[in-house]
């Protein structure tokens, strides 16, 4: 399983970008996937996730109503669209993906195979 994560880049705070992350596995749609992001001297949070069929997604409090998490399962792409950005929003940004049916959650257990990361800087 690979992941491939990107869409990243700099932009200015209240702007929008929309992250993609693809997969290379033939059993993506049974597979729930996850977002996170890490800033310089913290600790990787959780973001967004999504399950399998897309029909339920939750996110980090503290990005709520800012971005959504979809996926195109005929494309084994995850996107991640990230609007009314902000500083604090700045941190590389890695795609993951649970088990085939594996239950998916915010905790970084649950997932099993992560992507590289991409960068996100939001100049204020």
Request: aromatic share 12%; charged share 15%.
């Amino acid at each position: 399983v690979q992941l491939q994560a990107f869409g990243g880049g700099l932009v200015q705070a209240g702007g929008s970008l929309r992250l993609s992350c693809a997969a290379s596995v033939h059993t993506f749609s049974s597979r729930g996937m996850g977002w996170f992001r890490q800033a310089p001297g913290k600790e990787r949070e959780f973001v967004a996730n999504i399950s399998w069929k897309g029909g339920s997604t939750y996110y980090a409090d503290s990005v709520k109503g800012r971005f959504t998490i979809s996926r195109d399962n005929a494309k084994n792409t995850v996107y991640l669209q990230m609007n009314s950005l902000k500083p604090e929003d700045t941190a590389v940004y890695y795609c993951a993906t649970t088990a085939p049916a594996a239950v998916v959650g915010r905790e970084m257990a649950l997932y099993d195979y992560w992507g590289q990361g991409t960068q996100v800087t939001v100049s204020s």
